[in-house]
């Protein structure tokens, strides 16, 4: 497993180049967040009263393999703890964590702190998250790496199309290791991305849609 | 003859000021779409400029300035920082964002 996701990091990190890491969007703006797939479903909405600060609420459901899921429902803040301005880069430390209530499989308050750093330049992006994500008997803590890399510079107003690759290892879950090459398109205020989760496993492949929206 | 030497002395001594037409500002740290709209929205609601302009290949910013209005280039780097990014250089250009955006196409012709 570990030698798993350290062929997967590499291939992470080796590719790197890829799109925009923001937790959150600028000052006065609110983001919604998406991710369906089989294993992970989430719907997360904030509101950032600063550049500095987000607050809002968020519902997570976790899927494994062959269990019955683990719904999450609570409220989140992120916070930008350090921001670089490079001169043509830039890089971030990111603190998110989320309170609430688990139903399902596990029940109970549940809890799910996290720190993400993330680079990026026009072209190529990178980014390492750590998070807990806790409920009474649950413990599915999770790391992940993604890379990637842009086909071409775009204006700002033009869509720009990148391709991601992620791997998350995540506790007690099955598959505990997943792999998600993606292609993700981007413009001025949204972003799709379209993967397949360890697409040369047939039975743990599936398809994956996050969708990122800020205004 | 006298008179429009007078007239011509006097204009010169007269404190006239042309007021920049945009503002101008290599960024440091806009590399995303996301970024650009937050400045972009920043610089939209300052109530002195009739447009904004963000080219993130270039990391350009450019504010235009209403006729007879002006921004001192300390306040606009400060919106500039208060959107979250650094500026690594910021002048008054006398040029409107149509100019500097025709300029910057016959840039990429020429290359």
């Not at chain 1, 991601?164 to 007690?172: D, P, T, Y």
């Not at chain 2, 779409?33 to 920043?42: L, R, S, T």
Request: proline share 4%; hydrophobic share 45%.
């Amino acid at each position: 497993m570990f030698k798993q996701l350290s062929v997967a990091f590499l291939l992470a990190v080796s590719s790197l180049h890829v799109q925009s890491a923001a937790l959150m969007g600028f000052e006065d703006s609110y983001m919604l967040m998406t991710e369906t797939g089989e294993y992970n479903q989430e719907v997360m909405f904030n509101y950032a009263p600063s550049i500095h600060h987000a607050f809002g609420v968020e519902v997570m459901r976790m899927s494994p393999k062959g269990m019955r899921a683990t719904t999450m429902t609570g409220i989140n803040y992120t916070g930008l703890i350090q921001r670089w301005n490079l001169p043509s880069a830039q890089a971030n430390v990111w603190f998110m964590g989320s309170v609430g209530e688990a139903r399902g499989l596990h029940h109970g308050f549940s809890y799910s702190p996290s720190v993400q750093f993330d680079y990026e330049t026009t072209r190529l992006y990178f980014l390492a998250k750590m998070r807990m994500l806790r409920a009474p008997g649950m413990n599915n803590d999770m790391a992940a790496v993604q890379g990637g890399f842009s086909f071409y510079e775009a204006d700002f107003d033009e869509t720009q199309p990148w391709f991601v690759l992620e791997a998350k290892a995540i506790k007690n879950f099955n598959p505990s290791l997943q792999v998600t090459p993606a292609l993700r398109l981007i413009n001025k205020n949204y972003f799709l991305e379209l993967g397949i989760t360890n697409p040369f496993n047939k039975s743990e492949r599936a398809p994956r849609l996050n969708l990122m929206f800020t205004y | 003859m006298k008179n429009i030497l007078i007239i011509l002395c006097c204009l010169l001594a007269s404190p006239i000021v042309s007021a920049a037409t945009s503002i101008k500002a290599e960024v440091n740290g806009m590399v995303c779409a996301f970024c650009a709209k937050g400045i972009e929205k920043k610089l939209n609601a300052m109530p002195e400029g009739q447009g904004a302009f963000v080219d993130l290949k270039r990391r350009i910013v450019v504010l235009e300035l209403k006729p007879q209005q002006n921004v001192s280039l300390d306040a606009f780097t400060q919106v500039i920082k208060e959107a979250g990014y650094a500026v690594d250089k910021v002048e008054n250009v006398e040029q409107s964002i149509a100019e500097i955006k025709a300029n910057i196409k016959a840039s990429m012709k020429g290359q």
